[in-house]
């Protein structure tokens, strides 16, 4: 799904948060909701409503290095097959 007008404002706002850290990740809280920093800049960048299963993999496995450059979208299931497959992904 693509991102609507307000969607584009709300990350945009979330953005001017200062990020919490949360289990390793930056995240943003916002009206008792959690949003993963990387999630809403990969959004933002593709101009898409990310799936249930499309998880924002950071390519050098530092949970908190959001640079754009830095992410990509996996498949859940392939995700979790590489972090099996003994390599040290951290999502
Ligand atoms: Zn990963």
Same mark, same amino acid.
């Given at each position: 799904?693509? *991102? ?12 001017? #948060?200062?990020?919490? &850290?949360? /289990?390793?990740? !930056? *995240? ?12 809403? #800049?990969?959004?933002? &960048?593709? /101009?898409?409503? !990310? ?41």
């Amino acid at each position: 799904m693509v *991102v609507t007008k307000e969607e584009k404002l709300f990350f945009e706002h979330l953005l001017t #948060l200062t990020p919490q &850290k949360h /289990n390793g990740y !930056l *995240v943003f809280y916002f009206r008792r909701k959690k949003y993963k920093r990387s999630r809403v #800049l990969m959004q933002l &960048k593709l /101009n898409k409503i !990310l799936e249930m299963w499309e998880i924002v993999h950071h390519k050098n496995e530092e949970k908190t290095d959001d640079r754009i450059e830095n992410l990509e979208v996996i498949d859940v299931s392939v995700h979790n097959s590489n972090h099996h497959a003994g390599k040290r992904y951290s999502k």
